[in-house]
Every structure is written in C-alpha cells, then in structure tokens.
C-alpha cells in the first residue's frame, strides 16, 4: 500500500512562469507569481477596490457573434458582471496581439491611469484564465510600475460575494 502526502503549498504552485506570453489553451491553471508583479488574492484586491487606490482592468475575452447564426437571428451579447468600476478591456491578454488590440490595450492603461504608468493596476479575468497573466505582463513590458495581478479573478471575488455590476467594453 502506497501513501501519498501533499506537501503544504505545492499543490497551489501551479506551473512554473513561462520566458514569454501563454499562447494557447488559456483556461488552464496559472503560476502563483508573475515576476515583476504583486500577487493579491481577492480580499486584498477588495481593499484596494474600496481605496480607490488601484485602477482595476477586466481582461476577459469578449465572446464573438457566431458566423452561422440564421438570416434575422438577433444576437444578444452575454453581459459581463465585472468589478464595479473596473475598465473592461476584452481580448487583450492572447500571448500574441495584433497591432490594433496592442494600440487598444495601450489606450485603455493609459486613459485608466491617467496616463501616469506609477499608478497601481490590478489585471484580473476568471480563475484559472492566462489572460490575466498575459495582460499584466503585458502591462510590466509596456513600462507599468506598480502591476497588481487577480490569479483568482472575478471567480474569487464573488466567492466573497463581493458586488458586481455589468460592465461594457472600453471605447477610447
């Protein structure tokens, strides 16, 4: 008979950091670090939310009107519950963006820090999402300074049944 013990911590280290952006399978277990960023879990992110300390960008991708819809099909959108206040920012955290989605991810930091790259961000999606981890290395190569990053994303922030409200994609 064979005992298998979990040593404490190791079953949460998730995958080790990659040298550069995940480029597929984005819903997948994360790293626990992101070097050069401050790891917070959702309390902490709560109190930098009521602070208004942080600026809080939503990454999630947005879901695309299906091709094969039928003639006169209406599509309606699924709404994105976000963090109140928080700039949503779809499609930004793929590991490889177009010049177009760099420019608009470039916009959306800029117009949520007013411009000043020391203001505390906090990059968030859902739990488990690479999204998230992409974005907010993203944010460190464009030369952000104070990254915060969600691993737990709106999923750990409800499980604390903190509030929500639905949220639309930035338009710059």
Request: aromatic share 12%; net charge negative; proline share 12%.
């Amino acid at each position: 008979m064979f005992v298998l013990l979990a040593l404490p911590g190791l079953a949460a280290a998730g995958p080790p950091e990659p040298s550069g952006y995940r480029m597929d399978a984005y819903r997948a277990p994360v790293p626990a670090t992101l070097a050069g960023a401050k790891v917070v879990s959702p309390e902490e992110a709560h109190s930098l939310w009521q602070a208004g300390t942080a600026a809080f960008i939503d990454v999630l991708p947005r879901a695309p009107k299906p091709d094969n819809l039928p003639e006169g099909t209406i599509w309606n959108e699924p709404p994105r519950r976000s963090i109140p206040g928080a700039l949503w920012l779809p499609n930004v955290g793929y590991g490889a963006l177009a010049d177009v989605t760099l420019d608009y991810f470039r916009a959306g930091l800029a117009h949520a820090t007013a411009g000043d790259p020391a203001r505390p961000v906090l990059i968030f999606c859902l739990e488990e999402c690479w999204m998230s981890w992409n974005a907010a290395k993203r944010a460190l190569d464009l030369g952000y300074t104070e990254v915060l990053w969600l691993p737990e994303g709106t999923d750990g922030w409800t499980f604390y049944d903190y509030p929500t409200e639905i949220v639309t994609p930035f338009r710059p």
